[in-house]
């Protein structure tokens, strides 16, 4: 069974009395497009780290290089 969002379907059953079978859906679409935002959000905190690293390491081999005799 496919995830979905029951506060969003509930309301979607109230409202103007949507089919069951689209409120449904559109909450288990909802559901599946938070799922992806949240594995987005994830990767984008990763490369952060993954920057933050990278600029502090060749920050560091510069100051190495030129200031350090």
Do not use: C
């Amino acid at each position: 069974m496919a995830v979905m969002m029951s506060k969003l379907y509930a309301a979607l059953r109230q409202a103007n009395g949507v089919p069951d079978p689209d409120a449904r859906a559109a909450a288990e679409e909802a559901a599946e497009m938070h799922a992806d935002t949240t594995d987005i959000k994830g990767t984008l905190r990763l490369h952060g780290w993954i920057l933050t690293f990278n600029t502090a390491m060749l920050i560091a081999i510069l100051a190495r290089l030129f200031l350090v005799h």
